[in-house]
């Protein structure tokens, strides 16, 4: 009962962590995507090379939601402000 | 699901006589959906008492925080949950996987000839010859480290990922049989510890490489007068220490962040079948079991593609950061 608050402001919080950077990451995702596209519609015999290279970015820009889904999930499961 | 496992099982046997790599490769995939299917056989017998007594029902909360919390050792004995305290199950399962990526690719070396290899040999020439041509690409130096380094961290973080696809219950289960283990978490990098232990070991490689080529001086000098002249020194200084602490944070961050929501998630899913034994079974039980089913492949499929990149990345990162640690500006 006491608690009440806090767990609130939790289920807040993670949802405000998790919608802003999976929203961050589509449009992204959708920049980098229609790049390649553009990229591989002008120079098809570099279709091969941008792919790794896309690959390569994709995982750089899905580093950052999934720290901040990491994180959410923590305060889910093991809030650390709800004490003992 | 067991039959599904078992039909799949005797198919790749049937198979087994034509190993070239096409075939190698599909092998491979059918042992993943293999194991993936073994993941809802485990979690319904989760409250099979066998070897273990669950004395009372588990809520799911306290399902997950169990199987969050790791195995901990106390290097000095009494000094439990202070700084000299290690966590043994991520040490157990990363020297485990790192020796079988070297027995393994020792054993391959070994039998090297020059005729075109098949198999075994042929998959670990492959991986070789891949990573390789990347690291030619990327590395602008003259270091005979960098290919080997790129070539353990890739094998080595790939194969600690790969514990993840491996059912959430399956190995903490036959601790607790075997050996009355509490807490185990087999990911090990999904421990904060192990990856940064990974990126701080790269940054010390960044710094040792910097000193090496460009010398102390111009070590010192990059750091203190680039970008701007020297008439910003404290402002340049704190611009490239950010930006060289940032690359460990970045690096150990992004794959504990990876890896930890994909056991999550795996666990979040396990839940399904929480409490549901094979004595009690009703109808309405293989509703779930499906549903686990279904949403386990879906996950574990995308995973897939999530633990070999986010190797990848980790290597090529490293690579770059490395590579740029030789330039001159």
Redesign the interface.
């Known amino acids: 009962m006491e608690n009440d608050f806090i767990l609130g402001m939790t289920a807040i919080a993670a949802s405000i962590l998790i919608g802003m950077g999976a929203l961050g990451t589509a449009i992204g995702f959708g920049l980098l995507g229609g790049r390649f596209l553009e990229g591989a519609a002008r120079q098809p015999e570099m279709a091969n090379m941008l792919q790794i290279k896309l690959f390569i970015v994709a995982g750089l820009l899905d580093a950052v939601p999934m720290i901040g889904v990491g994180i959410a999930l923590f305060f889910v499961f093991a809030n650390p402000f709800i004490g003992g | 699901m067991p039959f599904l496992s078992i039909g799949c099982l005797y198919w790749w046997y049937k198979k087994a006589d034509k190993m070239n790599k096409a075939s190698f490769l599909k092998t491979l995939f059918l042992t993943y959906i293999l194991l993936i299917s073994a993941n809802s056989f485990s979690a319904t017998s989760e409250n099979n008492p066998g070897c273990f007594e669950y004395g009372e029902e588990v809520s799911s ?1 306290e399902y ?2 169990h199987h ?1 919390v790791f195995n901990k050792g106390a290097v000095f004995p009494g000094e439990e949950n202070g700084f000299w305290t290690v966590h043994l199950d991520s040490l157990f399962y990363s020297v485990f996987v790192a020796f079988l990526f070297c027995f393994s690719f020792y054993f391959a070396a070994k039998k090297a000839t020059i005729s075109p290899p098949s198999g075994w040999l042929g998959f670990v020439e492959m991986v070789v010859v891949l990573i390789d041509d990347q690291v030619k690409d990327t590395y602008h130096g003259t270091s005979k480290l960098i290919a080997p380094l790129a070539l353990t961290i890739f094998c080595w973080v790939f194969l600690m990922n790969f514990m993840d696809l491996i059912p959430v219950d399956l190995l903490p289960y036959f601790g607790k049989c075997a050996a009355d283990i509490e807490y185990m978490r087999v990911v090990p990098s999904a421990d904060l510890n192990i990856t940064f232990g990974l990126s701080l070991t790269v940054f010390l490689l960044i710094i040792y490489f910097s000193i090496k080529i460009k010398g102390l001086r111009g070590f010192a000098k990059e750091l203190a007068f680039q970008p701007f002249g020297k008439w910003m020194l404290p402002f340049n200084l704190l611009l490239k220490l950010i930006e060289e602490i940032a690359k460990p944070l ?1 690096l150990g ?2 794959l ?3 890896l ?2 994909g056991e ?1 998630i795996f666990l979040i899913i396990a839940l399904f079948t929480l409490g549901l034994t094979l004595e009690q079974f009703s109808p309405a039980d293989s509703g779930y079991m499906v549903m686990q089913f279904l949403l386990g492949l879906m996950w574990a499929l995308f995973h897939l593609v ?1 633990i070999l ?2 190797a ?2 980790f290597m ?2 490293t690579v770059v950061y490395l590579s740029m640690a030789h330039e001159e500006h």
Do not use: H
């Open positions: 909360n997950i925080s969050l970045s961050l992004r504990f962040g990876n930890y929501a999550l999530i990149l986010q990848f990345i090529m990162l």
